[in-house]
């Protein structure tokens, strides 16, 4: 139809301008003079139509350049077709797209010829309501596709013979060496595969109509090695039938690479605590345990086995023959009735240490035990459980003992070998004579020698040396030598 009308126009040119037919053209019409220097067009004519259309007034259009009423007609397109279709004189369709400039948009299909007066003719449809309809009726089919190229994980629809029909594009990116997809059986892109793989889920939700979960190596042309979970849920009609089935993948490698650092990690502090030289054991909140070195299993004749993972305070039982509170638990939570039965407690921090303990049930004869406890944290700084060590210390402990032994022996020993003077003692105000229990006065050397240990050797003190011999020559001299 446009074609026709642009036929008719140019056959009769100028004149054609004013029948009234153009008027009542539901099709935009515009006619375009060219500019004296060719750098624009400017409108001589414009119909009804392209007033609703655009909402402008012919009478404030012509003689104006196209450029100044549409700001957007060089980004559109539209300018250069205009340019061409004058110098070449051939038609040109401007196929629909999309218009705007400010203020007004819209989707536009343009044709444009030029007629025998040297000007060119546009003729063109407004198709806004009509995308607007379309837009509509598929924004559901949008609406879905959007989300299922947007989630992160990847996800692929199958055929009941295994074919990939429909994938996002996570999957796209993960494989894309494996381009196209469509068509290919899924094992063959994502395994690299001749047969279907061992267990398929999907195979297996498509025979039995119900989901199935599976954590799987990560294969692809990347060579990337990893873990992915992937889950496969049947397809199912409103008849019952089982037409395909989609499968949702995750890529786990992070966290299994996570789950296998912290098991590497456990293992080794397993291995530190079990080589510790000293009895261990270590419990959770809860109060189970969740480590027996083998320093306790000797000393307590119980294995890790029988005592991991067990509560209610059963790792007092080896220790005290009865489940009670030890200084383990006093370390997890402190606790004023847990902490009365040690007579010797010491804390430094969070430490808490007991420096000897008598446990009768340990040993042939008993152990002297020191122990030392004190809580667990996780990065964030909260308690997780708590650690306990016991150190035996009955060697240094019987040695103490005996020592003690030894001292108090000699001791006795020397006490009982001292004669003590005690009471009133006579003595004689004169000649310094002691008077005995039978009524004989001795000499003071003599009764002290008698009634202890003691024993004498004679000499003179200064004053007596003086008074016996202060006139002989001799002494004068000693007396001379001594001052010098």
């Given at each position: 139809?446009i074609?026709?009308l642009?036929?008719s126009?140019?056959?009769?040119g100028?004149?054609?301008r004013s029948?009234?037919?153009?008027?009542?053209?539901?099709a935009g019409?515009?006619?375009?003079?060219?500019?004296?220097?060719a750098?624009?067009?400017?409108?001589?004519y414009?119909?009804?139509?392209?007033?609703?259309?655009?909402?402008?007034?012919k009478?404030?259009?012509?003689?104006?350049?196209?450029?100044?009423?549409?700001?957007g007609?060089k980004?559109f397109?539209?300018?250069?077709v205009?340019?061409r279709?004058?110098?070449?004189?051939?038609?040109?369709?401007?196929?629909?797209?999309?218009?705007e400039?400010?203020r007004?948009?819209?989707w536009?299909?343009?044709?444009v010829?030029k007629?025998?007066s040297?000007?060119?003719?546009?003729?063109?449809?407004?198709h806004?309501?009509r995308?607007?309809?379309?837009r509509?009726e598929r924004?559901p089919?949008?609406?879905y596709?959007t989300?299922?190229?947007?989630?992160?994980?990847g996800i692929?629809v199958?055929d009941t013979?295994l074919?990939?029909?429909k994938l996002?594009?996570?999957?796209?990116r993960w494989?894309?060496?494996q381009k196209?997809?469509?068509?290919k059986k899924?094992h063959?892109?994502?395994?690299?595969?001749?047969?279907?793989?061992?267990d398929?889920?999907?195979?297996t939700?498509?025979?039995?109509?119900?989901?199935q979960?599976?954590i799987?190596?990560r294969g692809?042309?990347?060579?990337?090695p990893?873990?992915?979970e992937?889950?496969?849920f049947?397809i199912?009609t409103k008849e019952?039938?089982?037409i395909?089935?989609v499968?949702?993948?995750?890529?786990?490698t992070?966290?299994?690479?996570a789950?296998e650092d912290?098991?590497?990690?456990?293992?080794q502090?397993?291995?530190i605590i079990?080589?510790?030289?000293?009895?261990?054991?270590?419990?959770d909140?809860?109060g189970?345990?969740?480590?027996?070195?083998h320093?306790l299993?000797?000393?307590t004749?119980?294995n890790?086995?029988?005592?991991?993972?067990k509560?209610?305070y059963?790792?007092?039982?080896p220790?005290f023959?009865?489940?009670?509170?030890?200084?383990?638990?006093l370390?997890l939570?402190?606790?004023?009735?847990?902490?009365?039965p040690y007579?010797y407690?010491?804390?430094?921090?969070?430490?808490?240490?007991?420096?000897?303990g008598?446990?009768p049930l340990?040993?042939?004869?008993g152990?002297y035990?020191?122990a030392?406890?004190?809580?667990?944290?996780?990065s964030?700084g909260?308690?997780?459980?708590a650690i306990?060590?016991v150190?035996?210390?009955?060697?240094?402990?019987?040695?103490?003992?005996?020592k003690e032994?030894?001292?108090?022996?000699e001791?006795?020993?020397?006490?009982s070998?001292?004669?003590?003077?005690?009471?009133?003692?006579?003595?004689?105000?004169?000649c310094?004579?002691?008077?005995?229990d039978?009524?004989y006065w001795?000499?003071?050397?003599?009764?002290?020698h008698t009634?202890?240990e003691a024993?004498?050797?004679?000499?003179m003190?200064?004053?007596?040396e003086?008074?016996?011999?202060?006139n002989?020559?001799w002494?004068?001299?000693?007396?001379?030598n001594?001052?010098?």
């Open positions: 139809m074609q026709n642009l036929a126009i140019n056959i009769e100028k004149l054609q029948h009234r037919v153009l008027e009542k053209v539901n019409i515009v006619i375009y003079e060219v500019d004296r220097d750098s624009d067009f400017i409108f001589s414009l119909n009804k139509a392209v007033e609703e259309i655009e909402a402008i007034n009478n404030d259009v012509i003689g104006r350049k196209v450029t100044e009423i549409f700001p007609v980004k397109g539209l300018f250069d205009f340019s279709v004058w110098k070449s004189g051939e038609p040109e369709h401007h196929p629909t797209a999309f218009y400039d400010g007004i948009s819209g536009r299909d343009n044709h010829n007629l025998s040297n000007e060119i003719i546009v003729v063109y449809i407004d806004t309501n995308k607007e309809d379309d509509s924004e089919e949008y609406f596709q989300v299922f190229d947007t989630i992160q994980d692929t199958l013979e074919n990939i029909v996002n594009q996570a999957m796209e494989y894309s060496p196209p997809f469509l068509g899924c063959e892109v994502y395994h690299r595969r001749k047969t279907t793989c061992e398929c889920p999907a195979k939700a498509i025979e039995s109509g119900t989901p979960t599976k799987v190596p692809g042309p990347v060579g990337t990893g873990w992915i992937l889950s496969a049947p199912i019952g039938n089982t395909g089935a499968e949702y993948v995750r890529n786990i992070a966290r299994k690479t789950e912290l098991r590497n990690s456990e293992q502090l397993k291995e079990n080589f510790l030289p000293d009895p261990t054991w270590v419990i909140k809860q189970k345990i969740i480590y027996w070195n320093a299993e000797r000393l004749k119980r890790s086995s029988e005592m991991l993972g509560g209610n059963e790792y007092a039982v220790f023959g009865k489940r009670k509170p030890l200084l383990i638990n370390a939570k402190p606790d004023t009735k847990i902490e009365g007579t407690l010491d804390k430094e921090g969070q430490i808490l240490t007991n420096p000897e008598f446990y340990l040993g042939e004869n152990l035990l020191s030392t406890a004190s809580p667990l944290y996780d964030s909260n308690i997780v459980g306990e060590a150190r035996d210390i009955t060697e240094q402990k019987l040695a103490t003992i005996e032994k030894i001292v108090k022996k001791l006795h020993k020397a006490l070998n001292v004669k003590l003077l005690s009471g009133l003692l006579p003595i004689c105000s004169l310094k004579k002691i008077r005995d039978r009524g001795n000499q003071l050397e003599e009764y002290i009634h202890s024993t004498f050797s004679h000499g003190c200064p004053e007596c003086c008074k016996f011999y202060g002989e020559d002494y004068i001299q000693l007396i001379k001594r001052e010098k």
